[in-house]
């Protein structure tokens, strides 16, 4: 796929008064990326919801890394389950904000999921990724990642393509089939809005989009003042045409549980 595959035909676009409404950054009703000082991240869940709701955010969800990724002092199952009962009991007192219990869940090298469906069936949202085999074959990242997307506790991939801009390569995948299975099993694809990641590009994201792929743009902060990455990838998505409507995190909570659900 290039650059000229999808791009040039702005201008002609607007000549015919067709450009969507592109997504706007108050659309963004909550980040469904955040990790806590559980993990690697810095902050507990008091911060968090602060500066979220300083962002104007209506939700979050808590995303810790699971048991495989030890370098980021992934959960256990045990305290994964223990994370989910404090938010549960978190939310009974909340008013006007809510909290996802969720996970990053490591994909295996072989494909397999770090945690059972059994765990992952409680949680409200498991965002899948890959941590580690970047050097495997394009068949096998791709196999990877389309086994977590058949897994139907699944409901988003995060960072697709794995890159850190001047540390890290993408990784070899099969774009096309990564996303035409995201579209048949409606998985969703992150935008992750970290600098260093900026992952989907947004030469991918048009070409999901065209394909009928759902999106979620996140921060995968780990210090608060990190929410305010989410600038950037709402630049990333208006680059990749995206509408509104094309992003799950501008749901109101009600919606997105319904989607997530779905």
């Not at 938010?87 to 219990?101: D, M, P, Q, T, Y």
């Not at 794995?162 to 992150?190: C, F, N, Q, S, W």
């Not at 979620?216 to 409507?245: C, P």
Request: aromatic letters at 6%.
């Amino acid at each position: 796929m290039t650059t000229t595959d999808i791009r040039g035909e702005e201008i002609e676009i607007a000549a015919r008064n067709e450009i969507p409404e592109l997504i706007k950054l108050p659309d963004v009703k909550g980040d469904l990326h955040v990790h806590t000082m559980r993990s690697d991240g810095s902050h507990d869940f008091d911060e968090l919801i602060t500066a979220a709701r300083e962002h104007g955010y209506e939700y979050i969800a808590i995303t810790d890394h699971s048991k495989g990724l030890g370098i980021a002092r992934g959960l256990s199952a045990d305290k994964l389950i223990e994370e989910k009962k404090a938010i549960a009991a978190l939310n009974s007192k909340l008013r006007g904000f809510k909290v996802l219990a969720g996970v990053e869940v490591d994909i295996r090298g072989d494909g397999r999921m770090d945690f059972d469906d059994e765990i992952l069936g409680q949680l409200d949202i498991v965002v899948a990724s890959i941590h580690s085999g970047f050097r495997q074959s394009r068949e096998q990242i791709t196999k990877r990642l389309v086994s977590a997307m058949r897994n139907p506790y699944v409901s988003v991939i995060a960072h697709p393509t794995g890159r850190l801009i001047g540390e890290r390569d993408p990784y070899e995948v099969d774009m096309h089939e990564m996303l035409r299975v995201a579209r048949e099993t409606k998985t969703a694809v992150e935008i992750n809005a970290y600098p260093l990641r900026l992952d989907l590009n947004d030469i991918y994201v048009r070409k999901a989009k065209e394909m009928g792929v759902r999106f979620v743009i996140s921060t995968d902060t780990h210090v608060v003042n990190q929410f305010d990455f989410m600038e950037y990838g709402v630049s990333i998505a208006r680059r990749g045409w995206l509408e509104k409507r094309d992003v799950l995190n501008s749901l109101s909570y009600a919606s997105l549980v319904k989607a997530l659900k779905k």
